[in-house]
Antibody
């Protein structure tokens, strides 16, 4: 059974860098059949796509975040990572990782429960 | 960027009633590039529909989707207790992929 589990600090100070990890079980990050993405949801707001990556290292980012985001895969640990620099209050959100099948034009078929990240000094 | 506007913000209905949720796009979106998700508190979003009208694996047939260009609809024919949740639409016709702000279906 596929499981995606996000982990990382629940609290980050303004201007710091957020580092989150998504540990995948039940599927291989190295499979050519999947892409992996990050989506966030600020409190009281809608979902926002952050970016996606492929096991080859190819990445696709939301232009609004591109200058601050890095998404990467660690095939040895079966993990997908997210780094977001220069955090501000506006980055407070629940961060989800999700899987997209390679045949999917853009929808995500499995999501993690998400992890809440609060930006505060 | 394509903006998706979902309405209503909240839908108050009773079990057994029909729910009609709207997702309107600021630009034309191919029907093959529209998906719907269901999310319950503290849970991961769950894919319901893709390609506007195709049900994801395991989704009961009381859920249906329709629409084209800028107007899309998710219909739940008869609400079951487990259907009370927040529903999100997503477009992936053009980058950046965007989501609506969600419609909450609550028990009346």
């Amino acid at each position: 059974q596929l499981q995606l589990q996000e982990s990382g600090p629940g609290l980050v100070k303004p201007s710091e860098t957020l580092s989150l990890t998504c540990t995948v079980s039940g599927a291989s990050i190295s499979s050519s059949a999947y892409y992996w993405g990050w989506i966030r949801q600020p409190p009281g707001k809608g979902l926002e796509w952050i970016g996606s990556c492929y096991y080859t290292g190819s990445t696709y980012y939301n232009p609004s975040l591109k200058s601050r985001v890095t998404i990467s895969v660690d095939t040895s640990k079966n993990q997908v990572s997210l780094k977001l620099t220069a955090m501000t209050d506006a980055d407070t959100a629940v961060y989800h990782c999700a899987r997209r099948a390679s045949y999917s034009p853009g929808y995500f078929d499995y999501w993690g429960q998400g992890t809440l990240v609060t930006v505060s000094s | 960027e394509i903006v998706l506007t979902q309405s209503p913000g909240t839908l108050s209905l009773s079990p057994g009633e029909r729910a009609t949720l709207s997702c309107r796009a600021s630009q034309s979106v191919s029907s093959s590039s529209l998906a719907w998700y269901q999310q319950k508190p503290g849970q991961a979003p769950r894919l319901l529909m893709y390609g506007a009208s195709s049900r994801a694996t395991g989704i009961p047939d009381r859920f249906s989707g329709s629409g084209s260009e800028t107007d899309f609809t998710l219909t739940i024919s008869r609400l079951e207790p487990e259907d009370f949740a927040v529903y999100h639409c997503q477009q992936f016709a053009s980058s950046p992929w965007t989501f609506g702000q969600g419609t909450k279906v609550e028990i009346k």
